[in-house]
């Protein structure tokens, strides 16, 4: 079924078991994502360190693409730098828009590749987005404090 | 047995011959966002452009003419479908803009009882669509009055409990739905409004999910503004409708400004037509108006009672099927007293999204998410529900779809 | 020789089939009212219809999904067409709703440069019309701003001797017309821009009658918002475009409230979505956005300059041969410099709505009256003007049998 | 030619040779009204005395239409009760709504009923119709006045 290559396995066992989910105590910086279109909402602490990413913890509520794709995002990033994990969510940016004509590197992405499917449902690629996008802000967040 | 003949209905419209994923048939359970449109509609649509096609009421000619008579032709079928003047039928592009205009109406107009001035009340309920919530917010913002609403009980019900706090002689507005797009709860809106009415209040209704459905008496109901959108009852997009009592019409200013609306213009200032043209700025969505009629004609030649009766009779059925299974909850009420074919339910350990997303694979389109009610899906705690929506071109073998496709969705997620 | 293939062209438009009055053949010269329509859109409607319906952006099903793709392709096609970013394109059901979308967010935003104080100055022209006058006179009135206004010359061009008193650092808003949909008169919208950016204003500009007959590209305007209608570009009716720079949009508080415009909604208040979402409220004009679409790829195909090319020639021809009719006056510049084919004329001793009533009878669709335009009128002196409007479906022989019918309608009137 | 039954003679006659066109200077009741759609307009003075309308006169610009209708309605109800003016007026807004089906009498209508053509253009029925509501708009108001 076209369905599996939405729901592959490591999707559902990160939806089941998510990594870093559950807020840390503290944080250089906390953000909150919202899905308007579905209601899925997504808390974010990030502990910068230096230019490394120290930790990323989160919570929220969400389908299984979307609470994977979190997991998945929060334990790639995790003691990456922040060039290093920029590359890997434009690697993952790219392809989620590429409607299924790619593939992914699973050396940037790792279990991210596992996502790949959901570019073919353009509804969906919201979902996957979300928690990378959350990361996203709160490095460019995190970023403009240190520079202050 | 089903008074209507779902098999002729369905064959009416072409959307039905497609194949969905896997080939499967198209099982459209999302009528409560946008209902079908029968070829009856389109072929009015077709038609207005090939043979009448020209600005209403801005030319000699013939075509103008005709477009013209096409339009307020429209006007008519509308007015008569819920039992009001033509003349208080003011065409809009959706049931959203129908409700936005009375609102910035309120802020434009300087006469009673359309001035609300620091501390009156505009009362809603927790279960209205965004569109008759946030524009009353924002109207609330602009002048200064504060936001009031009735609470739901568990059971998806309105609670009245405390209805004569919540319309006093502060409340000077109460917008309710006429049938909740989530829950399919239809509140009492004859005691609302004799209430709201004891303190001078105006009562609008958002009788979106309602017009579509049963059938409907601006008079009978004596509410003052009533609002719907075409999309839902079989009419092209790009349609509204906003009903308003003639007095309160006369009185109340322009929301577009523009052509057409005018009585005279200079460069400092303009005055406006009478009702309804004051309130159609612009050259009208005329095709769309009169594929709203088309459809409406298409309606009554069915019915409106057999249409609700058909629903009712369906929605039982569903609500009995969906409660042999296993894991599945349903938001809202159980029996079919006082409500319509909006069925919303959560499935245990399945995302809304996810599980709208393996139905699909067996071509039953149902809405997963917050339905635009995001105050009521925080009420009963969830991020999202599944919603099937029922309408005249279902029938029970489309209920059997969704019972089997959500118990396969169970098995795909292996929470059965 | 005109570069466009007319014969072929016409055959792409079922109205032209259609037989008028007295079994003539239609002469639509009143393409500034609204276009006649190729059925490639009424095809392409009609199969969003059969094949794609559903809510955009509000389900994970089939047809919802293909319904967001078909609608956000417009959009993109819309953008390409004017040379915009997609994210710049807002869908609203016509032109005047987008002036008063601008008009109303001004009243709605806190922040520069949308706060509008006393003595704050909007910059409009005589030759506006209704649509791109009177909101911006209510704004004025809500704000407490003044009008201000470039007088029309007697040949029809905008006055601008005085230019530089009319934009001064009060200045906070220009809209102006691409080019009067009266007198054809294209003003000089680059030295107005780069004035009114000079002093911080905002410059709106009403396309409704040039986007449907010339090339545009919004970088190249400079401009600040753009406004025309679908309707009279080959589209179907209910159909508008915004445009507006991103910057300004950002910034730029909501105009319409409801459902998919919001972030987050509680019974309280909601926050925005971004643009152009946020100023989308509620089910959206889908299938009048796709025919759009469909209209922009039929002139494309044929391509904007030589329908533009095409336009100016008949456009002269229409000139020439206009003035040598006894009788005849026309209104506006009689060369084709920055003038498109809009062509307005008084015939002595015949009221304007008695000249287009006979020309009816011989199958010549013109408009009469003030065109909305009603302040211009005012300047010439008349209650009205008798127009002809071309487009890409006319050639020379519709020049002529207007010709024919205007001599006809001077005997039928014992004025010749 | 369908437009003759339109423009009929006495119409384009009325048109050239309107009565009682010049405003008067006394009135009882001064009204002003226009056509939105077109742009004509009508100013129409009234002098009441007792129950009887002792004299209509008006200016305006408009097609041959709206002038010949204004000409010929002003010299009808001159000299006339309002309840006979009245009668007139309605049987003259039957006329106009009857979409070419009646032909009108002419013994209450006298000239009126040679617009009996109008009512089959649809568009043109305001037209006829200008003058005749300017009337009753100013008789309305001079009883009115006189009630006071
Ligand atoms: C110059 C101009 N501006 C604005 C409009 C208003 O367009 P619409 O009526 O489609 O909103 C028109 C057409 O009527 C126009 O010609
Ligand atoms: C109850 C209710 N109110 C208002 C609306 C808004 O209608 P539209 O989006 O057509 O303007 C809807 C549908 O979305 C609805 O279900």
Chains 1, 4 share one sequence.
């Not at chain 1, 808390?43 to 490394?52: A, H, K, P, Q, R």
């Not at chain 2, 047995?1 to 064959?11: F, G, R, T, Y």
């Not at chain 2, 009156?120 to 200064?144: C, F, Y």
């Not at chain 2, 109901?221 to 509204?240: E, I, N, W, Y």
Request: proline fraction near 3%; charge should be negative.
């Amino acid at each position: 079924m076209e369905l599996d290559s939405l729901y592959q396995e490591v999707i559902l066992d990160h939806y089941k078991h998510p990594l870093h989910k559950g807020l840390s105590d503290e944080k250089s910086v906390q953000v909150h994502h919202v899905n308007p279109s579905c209601g899925d909402e997504i808390t974010l602490n990030l502990i910068f360190e230096g230019d490394v990413v120290q930790d990323v913890t989160w919570d929220g509520v969400g389908c299984s693409i979307s609470q994977a794709s979190a997991s998945i995002m929060s334990d790639l990033v995790h003691g990456k730098s922040v060039e290093q994990a920029f590359l890997a969510l434009d690697a993952f940016s790219e392809l989620m828009s590429s409607k299924g004509s790619i593939k992914g590197d699973d050396a940037i992405l790792e279990d991210g590749v596992a996502l790949a499917g959901v570019s073919k449902f353009p509804a969906r690629v919201k979902c996957a987005l979300l928690g990378w996008m959350a990361f996203k802000d709160a490095a460019l967040q995190a970023r403009e404090k240190e520079q202050k | 047995m089903s008074s209507l003949d779902v098999a002729a209905i369905k064959a009416d419209f072409p959307i039905f011959q497609k194949r969905m994923r896997n080939d499967a048939r198209l099982v459209y359970l999302d009528s409560g966002a946008t209902s079908q449109k029968p070829a009856q509609v389109l072929e009015a649509e077709r038609f207005f452009y090939t043979h009448h096609n020209a600005a209403a009421h801005r030319g000699s000619h013939l075509l103008a003419e005709e477009a013209s008579t096409a339009y307020e032709g429209a006007r008519a079928t509308i007015a008569a479908f819920i039992g009001a003047d033509s003349d208080e039928v003011i065409f809009t592009k959706s049931a959203t803009e129908s409700i936005n205009l009375i609102a910035y109406s309120f802020s434009n107009t300087q006469v009673a009882p359309f001035v609300l001035t620091a501390g009156d009340e505009i009362l809603v309920s927790e279960m209205e669509h965004h569109a008759n919530l946030i524009p009353w917010q924002q109207l609330a913002k602009r002048t200064g009055a504060v936001i009031r609403w009735f609470s739901v009980t568990a059971d998806g019900r309105l609670d009245l409990s405390n209805i004569d706090q919540l319309i006093n002689e502060r409340t000077k507005i109460v917008a309710i739905t006429h049938q909740s797009n989530v829950l399919g709860t239809i509140p009492p809106v004859a005691l609302i409004t004799s209430k709201a009415h004891a303190v001078g209040a105006i009562v609008v209704l958002d009788a979106c999910q309602s017009a579509p459905h049963f059938p409907m008496n601006v008079v009978e109901l004596d509410v003052d503004f009533v609002a719907f959108s075409g999309h839902k009852m079989l009419g092209p997009t790009g349609v509204g409708v906003l009903w308003g009592r003639a007095s309160l019409l006369a009185k109340m200013e322009p929301f577009l400004f523009g052509g057409s609306m005018i009585e005279t213009v200079t460069m400092e200032g303009a005055t406006w037509a009478s009702a309804p043209r004051k309130f159609e700025a612009g050259v009208p969505n005329m095709a769309q108006a009169v594929g709203l009629a088309a459809a409406i004609d298409y309606l009554t030649n069915i019915g409106m009672s057999k249409i609700h009766q058909h629903e009712t009779e369906l929605t039982q059925y569903a609500l009995d099927t969906l409660q042999t299974i296993k894991g599945l909850n349903i938001f809202g009420p159980l029996d079919t007293i006082d409500r319509g074919g909006v069925i919303s339910f959560a499935l245990e350990g399945i995302h809304p999204h996810d599980a709208g997303q393996v139905l699909d694979q067996y071509g039953v389109a149902v809405r997963t998410g917050h339905h635009c009610a995001w105050p009521l899906m925080r009420k009963y705690g969830v991020a999202g529900t599944t919603r099937a929506s029922l309408y005249l071109y279902n029938d029970r073998s489309d209920i059997d779809a969704l019972a089997e496709a959500i118990t396969a969705t169970q098995k795909y997620f292996k929470v059965s």
